[in-house]
T-cell receptor, first 116, second 114 residues
Framework: DGGITQSPKYLFRKEGQNVTLSCEQN?????MYWYRQDPGQGLRLIYY???????QKGDIAEGYSVSREKKESFPLTVTSAQKNPTAFYLC???????????????FGSGTQLSVL | AQTVTQSQPEMSVQEAETVTLSCTYD???????LFWYKQPPSRQMILVIR??????QNATENRFSVNFQKAAKSFSLKISDSQLGDTAMYFC???????????FGEGTQLTVNP
C-alpha cells in the first residue's frame, strides 16, 4: 500500500543533542512538508520542499534543518538550538506543487518527541 | 500572511444531533481552497471535506457539509446525525491557489456524548 511512513513513533532527546526524524513516502509525490503540533494547538509549518534538492522555511524553522536528496525522503533534524522541542511532529505530502488544484495533504502517523 | 481562526476550543453534542463548527480566515486572494481535517485520538490526520473558493455551491460529504460565506470569509462545518466516532479535534485549513502550503487553525475539540 502507498503511504507515508514516519519513524520512530516516539523519540527522546537529551540536552544538547541533535535528533533526526525520518519521513519516507512511496506515493511519488513531489511536495513534502513538516508540521509541528503542540498540545491543544494547531499545526505549524516548519519546512517544506517542492522538488528534490530544494526546500523552503516555514513559519517556525529556527532550530530545525532538513534535506531532500531523494524524492521519497524528507528527514527533519531537531538541533540543540531548538530549546523547546517537545511536540508531535507530522510529515505530509502532496502530488504536485500547487497551482490550480485542491490537492489534499497526505499525512504520516507522526513522531512524538520528548526531552529527557 | 493568511490566518485561520477557530473561535471554539471545545464543543460537545449528543449522539444523533447536529453540530456546527466555526472557522474564519483572512486573505487578500480571490481564489483559494479550504479544508476541514479531523484528528481522532490516534492523532492520524483525516481529510473531512474541501471547498474551492470559486465554487458557490457548498461542499457536502455524507453527514458533513459546509457553509461557505466568501464575503464574510467564513467556512463552518456542519455534522449531522453525530456519531461517537466523530469525537476528534477538527482543524480548518486554508491554501492559496498559487501556493502549496496549508495554513491551519488552532482546532476545535469535539466530543460526542452517548
Amino acid at each position: 500500500d502507498g503511504g507515508i511512513t514516519q519513524s520512530p513513533k516516539y523519540l527522546f532527546r537529551k540536552e544538547g543533542q541533535n535528533v533526526t526524524l525520518s519521513c519516507e513516502q512511496n506515493l511519488n509525490h513531489d511536495a513534502m512538508y513538516w508540521y509541528r503540533q503542540d498540545p491543544g494547538q494547531g499545526l505549524r509549518l516548519i519546512y517544506y520542499s517542492q522538488i528534490v534538492n530544494d526546500f523552503q522555511k516555514g513559519d517556525i524553522a529556527e532550530g530545525y534543518s532538513v534535506s531532500r536528496e531523494k524524492k521519497e525522503s524528507f528527514p527533519l533534524t531537531v538541533t540543540s538550538a531548538q530549546k523547546n522541542p517537545t511536540a508531535f511532529y507530522l510529515c505530509a505530502s502532496t502530488p504536485g506543487t500547487g497551482g490550480s488544484t485542491n490537492e489534499k495533504l497526505f499525512f504520516g502517523s507522526g513522531t512524538q518527541l520528548s526531552v529527557l | 500572511a493568511q490566518t485561520v481562526t477557530q473561535s471554539q476550543p471545545e464543543m460537545s453534542v449528543q449522539e444523533a444531533e447536529t453540530v456546527t463548527l466555526s472557522c474564519t480566515y483572512d486573505t487578500s486572494e480571490s481564489n483559494y481552497y479550504l479544508f476541514w481535517y479531523k484528528q481522532p485520538p490516534s492523532r492520524q490526520m483525516i481529510l473531512v471535506i474541501r471547498q474551492e473558493a470559486y465554487k458557490q455551491q457548498n461542499a457536502t460529504e455524507n453527514r458533513f457539509s459546509v457553509n461557505f460565506q466568501k464575503a464574510a470569509k467564513s467556512f463552518s462545518l456542519k455534522i449531522s446525525d453525530s456519531q461517537l466516532g466523530d469525537t476528534a479535534m477538527y482543524f480548518c485549513a486554508f491554501r492559496e491557489t498559487s501556493g502549496s502550503r496549508l495554513t491551519f487553525g488552532e482546532g476545535t475539540q469535539l466530543t460526542v456524548n452517548p
